[in-house]
């Protein structure tokens, strides 16, 4: 009954005029930020950081969770009329919701998707309300040694899901983690890796890091390339699918919810690899697997419902654990310390309204994305057409403004167009920001759980393997690393990132 309860309280925060508002424009602007290519969820909650600022932390977190699960509704819709996905989970998208669109099928292979995406997303947000008290209560275990090993652990699951070789990705972990360490160390006060420049002596803004690789460092990659939009001319007909298309859609929408659900608690890219697991579970399971990617509705229905159901089970880990398996999580992290919340088991003992709101809001998020999405398709059309010569300019305006009105710093803006040739430099060498965004932030905590640990064993680094937790963690990740370098799971790495691509 406790969980009844609970999502009593969180409905009856939700529901506050002010937050459903709130919710409403996170989804709206989500939905955006996921039709329009050249800015992604994270560039544009860096955006917006300034404007919560005014608002109470409940409503902060509401409309910033609004704008991630929303671009996920809104990539979809420019894979499927588009053949571009506007976000990488709408990648597996494009092989047979463009296919559908032409053939004069648009408007089913839309509304399929987000009738998927919406069952996913309330099946997704009852999973988080039902693990929410007991992983609680577990991590209140927790001491500092364990905490440690779980985010080392963390840290070598975003390894093995990020593409390219293992030593790269772990190369660019500790880039990551030594950059958290640029600063002012709070116990001795001594200036760490400043070099002098007073402007990082209270260390590197996840703000700018976050704005630089993924904001500007997309717009010069998007630049590099031009891509040919090949808008569906025909006519996007109904939007209501027919009952053999329900028929045919209602397994592959229940198994994509459970393997988004499973995946999107993994750091690194489970939520990415949600889409790219149920398309090949649904190819494999299929009577006439040759209808793949000539436009099958299964190929549709089973990964829009996976990478909605990833993208709020991401939340686990993070409002449970206080832990953020991947990027925009990590984003997530810098906004409630912000609002002076630390993310972990006790938001949900001390703040109940908070966690409980925000996981009622998740619903009330998902209704609304489904009333926003289908009757507005032609005004997305339309925004579809605008020339990307007018698009990027104003996505770098809106990138600086977001970045100078943080901290009312204009060398933090120059700092991000550094950032961003980083970035792009990474992309260019095959290597992915995201697990260095990871490792910024896990870095922090992570120094501060190790010095917690070794000052309450005198020094003594067998802690670590005398806890029995924290041993098992270790021996987990090690498992993991041997996996990880296998040739066979390595190719299949590579070969899913292909795709991907």
């Not at 006519?235 to 028929?247: N, S, V």
């Not at 793949?292 to 993208?311: D, K, M, T, Y």
């Not at 339309?382 to 100078?404: E, M, N, Q, T, W």
Request: hydrophobic share 55%; proline share 5%; net charge neutral.
């Amino acid at each position: 009954m406790d969980i009844f309860t609970n999502l009593g309280l969180g409905l009856a925060v939700a529901l506050s005029l002010k937050n459903v508002g709130l919710c409403f424009l996170g989804c709206l602007i989500g939905t955006l930020i996921g039709v329009l290519p050249g800015v992604g969820p994270i560039a544009t909650i860096t955006m917006l950081l300034p404007i919560t600022f005014g608002i109470d932390p409940v409503g902060a977190l509401i409309m910033l969770a609004g704008i991630y699960y929303g671009a996920q509704y809104g990539g979809s819709t420019t894979a499927i009329l588009v053949n571009i996905p506007g976000e990488a989970t709408a990648v597996v998208t494009t092989l047979d919701g463009h296919q559908m669109a032409k053939q004069g099928r648009a408007g089913v292979a839309l509304g399929i998707a987000a009738i998927g995406s919406f069952i996913a997303g309330c099946f997704a947000t009852i999973v988080i309300a039902a693990l929410a008290a007991p992983l609680t209560a577990m991590a209140l275990l927790f001491g500092p040694a364990d905490y440690f090993s779980l985010m080392v652990l963390g840290l070598m699951f975003a390894v093995v899901l990020a593409r390219g070789s293992v030593v790269k990705a772990i190369g660019v972990i500790l880039v990551g983690i030594l950059m958290s360490t640029v600063g002012t160390d709070l116990e001795s006060g001594e200036e760490r890796l400043t070099f002098g420049w007073t402007e990082i002596s209270d260390g590197l803004d996840v703000a700018v890091i976050a704005m630089g690789m993924f904001g500007f460092a997309e717009i010069l990659r998007n630049l590099e390339t031009t891509q040919a939009r090949d808008v569906v001319h025909a006519a996007i007909g109904k939007l209501l699918p027919q009952r053999e298309d329900f028929r045919q859609s209602a397994k592959p929408i229940a198994r994509g919810t459970i393997i988004g659900s499973v995946l999107g608690l993994l750091p690194g890219n489970g939520a990415v690899l949600g889409p790219f697991a149920s398309y090949t579970v649904e190819k494999k399971l299929a009577k006439d697997p040759s209808r793949f990617g000539r436009g099958a509705i299964e190929g549709v229905a089973g990964p829009e419902s996976a990478n909605n159901a990833g993208a709020q089970t991401a939340f686990i880990p993070l409002l449970t654990l206080g832990i953020p398996p991947n990027a925009v999580m990590a984003l997530m992290v810098g906004a409630m310390t912000i609002h002076g919340i630390v993310p972990g088991p006790q938001i949900m003992t001390k703040q109940p309204h908070l966690f409980w709101g925000m996981i009622a809001s998740m619903w009330i998020g998902n209704l609304m994305l489904l009333i926003i999405n289908l009757p507005l398709i032609g005004l997305w059309v339309r925004l579809l057409k605008v020339p990307y010569r007018l698009l990027f300019p104003a996505i770098v305006l809106l990138c600086c403004i977001g970045i100078y009105s943080v901290n009312n710093s204009p060398i933090e803006v120059v700092m991000t167009a550094g950032f961003g040739l980083f970035g792009y430099a990474l992309y260019k060498f095959g290597l992915e920001p995201a697990p260095l965004l990871l490792g910024f932030v896990l870095g922090r905590l992570m120094e501060e759980k190790l010095r917690q640990a070794l000052v309450i064993s005198r020094g003594s680094f067998i802690t670590f393997v005398e806890r029995p937790l924290s041993a098992t963690l270790l021996v987990i990740t090690l498992l993991l690393l041997v996996i990880a370098v296998l040739p066979a799971i390595s190719k299949s790495r590579d070969q899913v990132f292909k795709e991907a691509d």
